[in-house]
Protein backbone atom coordinates (compact mmCIF):
# COMPACT_ATOMS: atom_id res chain seq x y z
CA UNK A 1 0.00 0.00 0.00
CA UNK A 2 1.24 3.61 -0.51
CA UNK A 3 3.28 5.46 2.08
CA UNK A 4 1.60 8.60 2.37
CA UNK A 5 3.22 11.45 4.11
CA UNK A 6 1.55 14.11 5.87
CA UNK A 7 2.63 17.48 3.96
CA UNK A 8 4.19 18.53 6.98
CA UNK A 9 7.10 20.56 7.09
CA UNK A 10 10.71 18.83 6.28
CA UNK A 11 14.12 19.79 7.92
CA UNK A 12 16.26 21.50 5.59
CA UNK A 13 19.24 22.19 7.61
CA UNK A 14 20.25 21.80 10.92
CA UNK A 15 20.14 19.23 13.84
CA UNK A 16 16.75 16.72 13.71
CA UNK A 17 14.09 18.50 16.26
CA UNK A 18 14.23 16.51 19.27
CA UNK A 19 11.14 14.54 19.00
CA UNK A 20 8.32 15.79 22.13
CA UNK A 21 6.98 12.13 24.19
CA UNK A 22 3.03 11.43 22.94
CA UNK A 23 0.50 8.68 23.58
CA UNK A 24 -1.96 7.67 21.15
CA UNK A 25 -4.66 4.58 21.98
CA UNK A 26 -6.72 2.20 20.35
CA UNK A 27 -10.24 1.62 21.83
CA UNK A 28 -11.48 -1.46 19.99
CA UNK A 29 -14.41 -3.53 20.47
CA UNK A 30 -16.46 -6.63 19.67
CA UNK A 31 -19.26 -5.77 16.99
CA UNK A 32 -21.52 -8.08 14.47
CA UNK A 33 -19.30 -7.29 11.69
CA UNK A 34 -15.99 -8.35 13.52
CA UNK A 35 -13.03 -6.41 15.60
CA UNK A 36 -13.92 -2.46 15.59
CA UNK A 37 -11.45 0.40 16.36
CA UNK A 38 -12.49 4.26 16.84
CA UNK A 39 -10.53 6.93 14.73
CA UNK A 40 -10.78 10.69 14.85
CA UNK A 41 -10.70 13.36 12.42
CA UNK A 42 -7.87 16.10 12.97
CA UNK A 43 -9.43 19.47 12.43
CA UNK A 44 -7.75 20.68 9.12
CA UNK A 45 -6.96 23.59 11.01
CA UNK A 46 -4.60 22.12 12.92
CA UNK A 47 -0.92 22.49 12.69
CA UNK A 48 0.03 18.96 12.84
CA UNK A 49 -2.15 16.41 10.61
CA UNK A 50 -4.77 18.43 9.99
CA UNK A 51 -7.90 16.86 8.59
CA UNK A 52 -6.32 13.40 9.25
CA UNK A 53 -8.30 10.52 10.62
CA UNK A 54 -5.93 8.87 13.58
CA UNK A 55 -6.53 7.16 17.23
CA UNK A 56 -6.90 9.68 19.61
CA UNK A 57 -3.83 11.48 21.01
CA UNK A 58 -1.70 13.62 21.94
CA UNK A 59 1.64 15.12 23.65
CA UNK A 60 2.39 13.87 27.31
CA UNK A 61 1.69 16.90 29.56
CA UNK A 62 4.84 17.57 32.13
CA UNK A 63 5.50 14.82 34.20
CA UNK A 64 2.39 12.35 33.65
CA UNK A 65 3.17 9.01 32.50
CA UNK A 66 2.20 8.15 28.42
CA UNK A 67 -0.84 5.67 29.30
CA UNK A 68 -1.93 8.77 31.63
CA UNK A 69 -1.68 11.06 28.65
CA UNK A 70 -3.28 8.26 26.40
CA UNK A 71 -6.64 8.09 28.80
CA UNK A 72 -6.65 11.88 29.08
CA UNK A 73 -6.38 12.56 25.72
CA UNK A 74 -9.02 10.07 24.84
CA UNK A 75 -11.56 11.80 27.00
CA UNK A 76 -10.61 15.24 25.70
CA UNK A 77 -10.62 14.35 22.01
CA UNK A 78 -13.79 11.88 21.84
CA UNK A 79 -15.38 11.29 24.98
CA UNK A 80 -14.85 8.35 25.97
CA UNK A 81 -13.85 8.06 29.75
CA UNK A 82 -13.85 4.90 32.69
CA UNK A 83 -10.45 3.04 30.87
CA UNK A 84 -7.90 2.59 34.03
CA UNK A 85 -4.07 3.78 32.84
CA UNK A 86 -3.03 0.63 34.38
CA UNK A 87 -4.86 -1.55 32.13
CA UNK A 88 -4.03 0.07 29.01
CA UNK A 89 -1.71 -2.72 26.74
CA UNK A 90 1.62 -0.92 24.92
CA UNK A 91 1.28 -2.50 21.27
CA UNK A 92 4.01 -0.34 19.38
CA UNK A 93 6.35 2.77 19.51
CA UNK A 94 6.34 5.19 16.49
CA UNK A 95 9.07 8.15 16.37
CA UNK A 96 8.78 10.85 13.73
CA UNK A 97 11.57 10.53 10.70
CA UNK A 98 14.29 13.10 11.43
CA UNK A 99 13.38 14.83 7.96
CA UNK A 100 10.16 16.16 9.56
CA UNK A 101 10.27 19.49 11.52
CA UNK A 102 7.54 18.39 14.12
CA UNK A 103 8.44 15.26 15.72
CA UNK A 104 6.67 13.25 18.07
CA UNK A 105 8.05 9.73 20.14
CA UNK A 106 4.67 8.31 20.10
CA UNK A 107 3.56 5.13 22.35
CA UNK A 108 0.78 3.67 21.44
CA UNK A 109 -1.81 1.65 23.54
CA UNK A 110 -4.57 -0.51 23.24
CA UNK A 111 -8.02 -0.45 25.36
CA UNK A 112 -11.29 -2.10 25.34
CA UNK A 113 -14.48 0.20 24.83
CA UNK A 114 -15.62 0.96 28.39
CA UNK A 115 -19.71 -0.82 28.35
CA UNK A 116 -22.51 2.00 28.41
CA UNK A 117 -19.97 5.47 27.11
CA UNK A 118 -21.06 7.00 24.07
CA UNK A 119 -18.01 8.66 21.88
CA UNK A 120 -18.36 12.36 20.94
CA UNK A 121 -15.50 14.81 19.08
CA UNK A 122 -14.93 17.41 21.17
CA UNK A 123 -15.55 20.02 18.02
CA UNK A 124 -12.33 21.75 17.76
CA UNK A 125 -9.05 19.45 18.11
CA UNK A 126 -11.44 16.59 16.32
CA UNK A 127 -14.25 17.53 14.37
CA UNK A 128 -15.58 13.53 13.31
CA UNK A 129 -14.81 9.63 14.24
CA UNK A 130 -16.60 6.31 13.13
CA UNK A 131 -15.95 3.32 14.83
CA UNK A 132 -14.71 0.46 11.98
CA UNK A 133 -13.44 -2.30 11.36
CA UNK A 134 -9.99 -2.04 10.15
CA UNK A 135 -10.58 -3.98 6.64
CA UNK A 136 -13.36 -1.09 6.20
CA UNK A 137 -10.98 1.72 7.06
CA UNK A 138 -8.22 0.76 4.62
CA UNK A 139 -10.89 0.01 1.79
CA UNK A 140 -12.10 3.98 2.67
CA UNK A 141 -8.65 4.84 1.96
CA UNK A 142 -8.04 3.08 -1.03
CA UNK A 143 -11.86 5.02 -1.99
CA UNK A 144 -10.31 8.84 -0.76
CA UNK A 145 -13.09 8.70 1.62
CA UNK A 146 -10.37 8.80 4.52
CA UNK A 147 -6.98 10.55 4.78
CA UNK A 148 -4.54 8.44 6.98
CA UNK A 149 -0.92 8.97 7.57
CA UNK A 150 1.63 5.75 7.20
CA UNK A 151 1.81 4.60 10.93
CA UNK A 152 -2.05 4.52 11.04
CA UNK A 153 -2.27 2.68 7.59
CA UNK A 154 0.40 0.05 9.34
CA UNK A 155 -1.45 -0.28 12.65
CA UNK A 156 -4.81 -0.74 10.37
CA UNK A 157 -3.03 -3.38 8.07
CA UNK A 158 -1.50 -5.67 11.15
CA UNK A 159 -5.09 -5.00 13.25
CA UNK A 160 -7.13 -6.64 10.33
CA UNK A 161 -5.39 -9.72 11.23
CA UNK A 162 -7.75 -10.27 14.12
CA UNK A 163 -11.46 -11.32 14.53
CA UNK A 164 -12.20 -10.48 18.14
CA UNK A 165 -11.24 -7.85 20.97
CA UNK A 166 -9.83 -10.99 23.23
CA UNK A 167 -7.15 -12.48 20.35
CA UNK A 168 -5.72 -9.00 19.59
CA UNK A 169 -5.25 -8.31 23.57
CA UNK A 170 -3.67 -11.97 24.04
CA UNK A 171 -1.67 -11.36 21.15
CA UNK A 172 -0.65 -7.69 22.42
CA UNK A 173 0.52 -9.09 25.79
CA UNK A 174 3.46 -11.04 24.57
CA UNK A 175 4.34 -8.81 22.13
CA UNK A 176 7.78 -7.25 22.24
CA UNK A 177 8.27 -3.53 22.03
CA UNK A 178 11.03 -2.17 19.24
CA UNK A 179 10.59 1.48 18.81
CA UNK A 180 10.30 1.96 14.55
CA UNK A 181 11.66 5.29 13.27
CA UNK A 182 10.99 5.05 9.02
CA UNK A 183 12.83 7.55 6.69
CA UNK A 184 11.76 9.84 4.32
CA UNK A 185 13.87 9.84 1.45
CA UNK A 186 14.13 12.84 -1.25
CA UNK A 187 15.30 10.36 -4.04
CA UNK A 188 11.76 10.93 -6.18
CA UNK A 189 9.52 13.18 -7.80
CA UNK A 190 7.69 13.40 -4.53
CA UNK A 191 9.19 12.12 -0.80
CA UNK A 192 8.66 8.28 -0.11
CA UNK A 193 8.83 6.81 3.98
CA UNK A 194 11.46 3.52 4.17
CA UNK A 195 10.90 1.54 7.47
CA UNK A 196 14.28 -0.13 8.68
CA UNK A 197 15.58 -2.92 7.11
CA UNK A 198 14.53 -1.73 3.61
CA UNK A 199 16.28 -0.90 0.70
CA UNK A 200 16.96 2.75 0.57
CA UNK A 201 16.65 3.29 4.53
CA UNK A 202 20.99 2.81 5.66
Same mark, same amino acid.
Request: proline share 8%.
Given at each position: MERPTTGERLRREGAPTPPRQSASLIVVRDAAGGLELLLVRRNPAQRFMGGFWVFPGGAVDGAESHR???????? /? /??GLEGIAPATLIEYSRWITPELIEIRFDTRFFL??? *?? =? /?????? =??ECIDLRWTTPRAALAAYEDDELALVFPTLRHLEELAAFATVDELLAHARGREIRAIMPRV???GPRPRIVLPG? *? =??A
Amino acid at each position: MERPTTGERLRREGAPTPPRQSASLIVVRDAAGGLELLLVRRNPAQRFMGGFWVFPGGAVDGAESHRAAAVRELA /E /EAGLEGIAPATLIEYSRWITPELIEIRFDTRFFLARA *PD =G /ERARVD =GEECIDLRWTTPRAALAAYEDDELALVFPTLRHLEELAAFATVDELLAHARGREIRAIMPRVVLDGPRPRIVLPGE *P =GYA
